[in-house]
């Protein structure tokens, strides 16, 4: 679905703030994957997913979006950006029309549907990130934050993308909004099937959507893998700086004083299974 | 893109055109720019030119910064240059004439000294911004100004708003980047379309951008007052600006050149 030859990407080339933001990445990820991006601050993940839709043009290397060069003469990449939707961080802060629905539209519109297309389209994207439709005829901005970003996030789902790309959909948002934007996500991706990257700096919430986790540092792919085989490598992971699941944590350290647990607990449920395991074998021997 | 514009950006370094105290660099740009337009005389211009080739070899500043800092004005001086070359009337035999047309030989040189003086002025003036960083520029400004204080001018205000409004540019240009990134990712189109097309293509662009300005001005009016902000009373200052040595021999070196152009201005006969 998205393949990636040796992308390089350097910031301001020619001056002295010239900086290489990704450094020849070689990546493919599958159709209907769910896959969350860790990576620090400057890691080279916003670029990263910045040139997935063609938004920049690799200083060298290819995109390929179905097998298709997107930087390739002829190419339409306005018709790329349809294909992979990208939720900026803060999208909140690029809502411009008078009305929710209008802006929920704009994306659609700008696709060339038609009227008819534009309301299914609306409606059901409004669903799907729980904006009621009573609140269609109000200004964005009358909006609480959750609702704003949530509005924002609807106006790149409404243009159907086979590909969706959220780049820190949580950030700034309280526990409640969290948990709630993060299932509707999972929930759009269980309907639609279709292929999402996560960013994130919250390992608990990848952790409990993603199929696979993308690992950056410094501009380079440290590891892509599935989540099982990630979180068992939690030492270099934590040597990076980057934080693993609190429950990752506590198995580490479990099997560092000897107790027999599987290296790659990451969510409550498996926690709970082994604990109980170990215990039941534990009671057999005694 | 807009990360491409260059006036006043700053060019890092260590060179003694850095170095130099920033009011000193502002004095010496405008006496500059009043030297450009005292010349008469062609080895003036060749003195012009060569300070300012020397300066920026000093300053180690590229020469494609300076292609980038007169790219914008070219079509201006081509344009004034033309006008010039057309409207003025001489009194010697016109060089070319044809229907209404004429060209005189005055009106050529105007245009060429014209187009001269425009480039080194800008070129000098980008000097200034590339040396200097615009926090140092606005203190400069406010250390020259402090006379006008005793006017009530509030000139300590009117420094505090620049230099604002410098910071917030780099930060303007970033947000508008993004939200541009952010529009084009739900399909805006910027870059085809006719005139109203593409003003409209502005508005998803400008409002969001207007909105967050608003909102960044209040946050930071919020964060001066949490800070016991009151205005230029009794303000001390961490960096003191002196003058040094070094300015001393900047200003000598300009009131040479003052002597020198005006000299041959007198003496030299006129070369152009």
């Given amino acids: 679905m998205i393949k990636l030859e040796d992308l390089t990407y350097i910031y301001s080339p020619g001056t002295p703030f010239e900086k290489k933001a990704i450094d020849s990445i070689n990546l493919e990820i599958q159709k209907g994957e769910f ?23 690799p200083s060298s290397g290819r995109v390929l979006i179905d097998g298709q060069d997107i930087w390739a003469e002829g190419t339409d990449r306005r018709a790329i950006r349809f294909k992979v939707g990208l939720v900026f961080q803060y999208p909140e802060y690029q809502l411009f029309e008078e009305t929710v629905y209008k802006d929920i539209a704009y994306g659609p519109k700008n696709m060339g549907l038609d009227d008819q297309q534009i309301d299914v389209c609306v409606r059901e994207a409004a669903q799907f990130v729980g904006v009621s439709e009573s609140l269609f005829e109000k200004s964005p901005f009358e909006l609480s934050g959750g609702q704003k970003r949530r509005v924002a996030i609807a106006g790149v789902i409404a243009m159907r993308p086979q590909v ?44 409990s959507c993603a199929s696979k986790i993308l690992v950056m540092n410094k501009s380079k ?43 790659n607990v990451y969510t409550l449920a498996q926690a709970k299974s082994e604990i109980l395991r170990l215990i039941g074998e534990n009671t057999a021997k005694g | ?50 300070f300012l080739v020397v300066a ?24 004034t240059a033309i006008l010039n070359m057309f409207f003025i ?76 409004a410098l910071r917030f540019i780099p930060t303007l240009v970033e947000e508008t980047d993004k939200i541009m990134a952010a529009q084009k990712a739900r399909g805006a189109d910027l870059e085809s379309g006719n005139l109203m097309q593409r003003a409209k293509a502005l508005v998803p662009i400008l409002i969001p951008l207007f909105i967050s300005a608003f909102r960044r ?56």
């Fill in chain 1, 164 to 207: 969706l790309i959220l780049d820190e959909p949580t950030a700034g948002l309280d526990p409640k909004g969290r948990n709630k934007i993060l299932m509707q996500i999972q929930r759009y991706h269980e309907v639609e099937k279709n292929t999402i990257l996560l960013v994130s700096h919250s390992m608990e919430d990848i952790a």
């Fill in chain 2, 1 to 50: 893109m807009i990360k491409d514009i260059t006036i006043g950006q700053y060019f890092p370094g260590k060179s003694v055109l850095h170095r130099t105290d920033p009011r000193m660099k502002l004095i010496l740009t405008v006496f500059y720019i009043v030297l450009l337009f005292l010349i008469q005389n062609i080895l003036g211009y060749i003195i012009a030119i060569g």
């Fill in chain 2, 89 to 164: 009337e001489g009194e010697s035999e016109p060089l070319f004439e044809w229907w209404i047309f004429r060209i005189a030989p005055e009106g050529v040189k105007l245009a060429v000294t014209m187009a001269i003086r425009v480039v080194c002025l800008i070129v000098g003036a980008s000097l200034l911004t590339y040396t200097t960083l615009p926090i140092s520029l606005t203190d400069a400004i406010e250390d020259l100004l402090g006379p006008l204080k005793k006017l009530k001018f509030p000139v300590h205000e009117l420094a505090m708003m620049m230099s604002i």
């Fill in chain 1, 35 to 57: 896959v969350g991006v860790i990576g620090h601050t400057g890691s080279g993940k916003s670029t990263l997913i910045q040139h997935l839709n063609g938004l920049l043009k």
């Fill in chain 1, 221 to 263: 792919v440290f590891t892509y893998d599935t989540v099982e085989a990630v979180f068992s490598r939690s030492e270099e992971i934590e040597k990076m700086g980057l934080a693993v699941p609190q429950i990752t944590r506590v198995f580490h350290e479990l099997r560092h004083r000897g107790f027999d647990v599987a290296p």
């Fill in chain 2, 56 to 79: 920026y070899i000093i300053a180690k500043i590229p020469f494609k910064m300076v292609l980038k800092s007169i790219k914008p004005i070219i079509p201006i001086i081509i344009f």
């Fill in chain 2, 217 to 272: 001005a209040e946050e930071l009016a919020l964060a001066m007052e949490a800070r016991c902000y009151h205005g230029g009373e009794n303000r001390t200052r961490l960096k003191q600006l002196h003058y040094t040595k070094l300015d001393v021999f900047a200003f000598l070196l300009f009131v040479l050149m003052l002597v020198g152009i005006i000299l041959l201005n007198l003496y030299a006969p006129v070369l152009i």
